[in-house]
């Protein structure tokens, strides 16, 4: 699993029965200060994740079908939780809130 930020959701009317009920965000992967670490990838929300919020990302096929209980989904990532905080070396991390950028 990754940590990333969602910075986009995609809006799509035709798509295949297997992606029917499934929300799909623009994720970008970040380390531990909320900086970028990798380009942004689509996932599956199985969390109810917004704009801006920091989550864990599972880029696991086969583990993204079975969230989705679709043995054919084409799917590569899902968001499986919505980070609070970090604690990292035993201190609490806070990453950027919202809307904010990381330094």
């Known amino acids: 699993m990754k940590i ?9 009317t035709v798509k295949l029965d297997s992606l029917g009920g499934h929300k799909l ?3 970008e992967p970040v380390d531990g200060r909320g900086a970028r670490t ?3 990838v689509l ?3 199985a969390a109810q994740a917004g ?3 920091f989550v864990l990302l ?3 096929g086969k583990s ?19 980070i609070d905080h970090l604690e990292i070396h035993g201190e609490i991390v806070t990453l950027p809130g919202r809307g904010e950028e990381s330094t």
């Open 4 to 12: 990333a930020r969602v910075i986009g959701s995609v809006v799509n």
């Open 25 to 27: 965000l623009w994720v």
């Open 38 to 40: 990798e380009p942004a």
């Open 43 to 45: 996932a599956v929300d």
């Open 51 to 53: 704009l801006g919020d």
């Open 58 to 60: 599972c880029q696991e």
């Open 64 to 82: 993204a079908r079975l969230l989705m209980d679709s043995a054919t989904a084409p799917v590569e990532a899902v968001i499986v939780g919505v």
